[in-house]
């Protein structure tokens, strides 16, 4: 059984940090690429970064800009999504999820190609 389990999420000030994990188990963890997802009340998932399975590329959400930084750690089938100078708009429900990479270079940021997600963490950012 898959299961995706991210932690880290919380209350942070503007401007301030989260590292958000997500611990993968039940897949062969090195063979899929990871995304990042948020999901605001009344408004669509939408991508917010990944990585290929290797680690060797990353991929961002427009409205990143810098902030955040998504890297993995294989042998410990664990992904991370490190947040800086958050603002109240970042506030969300943050999802990973994991999509089958036939290749190292394969990445997909469409929530519709992913095969397994976790439950969410939520972020809330004051202001």
């Known amino acids: 059984q898959v299961q995706l389990v991210e932690s880290g999420g919380g209350l942070v000030q503007a401007g301030g940090s989260l590292r958000l994990s997500c611990a993968a188990s039940g897949l062969t963890f090195s063979m899929y690429s990871m995304g990042w997802f948020r999901q605001a009340p009344g408004k669509e998932r939408e991508f917010v970064g990944g990585i290929t399975r290797g680690g060797g590329r990353t991929y961002y959400g427009d409205f990143v800009e810098g902030r955040f930084t998504v890297s993995r750690d294989n042998p410990k089938k664990t992904v991370y999504l490190q947040m800086s100078s958050l603002k109240p708009e970042d506030t969300a429900v943050y999802y990973c999820?994991?999509?089958?990479?036939?290749?190292?270079?394969?990445?997909?940021?469409?929530?519709?190609?992913?095969?397994?997600w976790g439950q969410g963490t939520q972020v809330t950012v004051s202001s």
């Open positions: 999820a994991a999509d089958y990479s036939s290749t190292t270079a394969y990445f997909r940021p469409r929530s519709a190609d992913y095969d397994y």
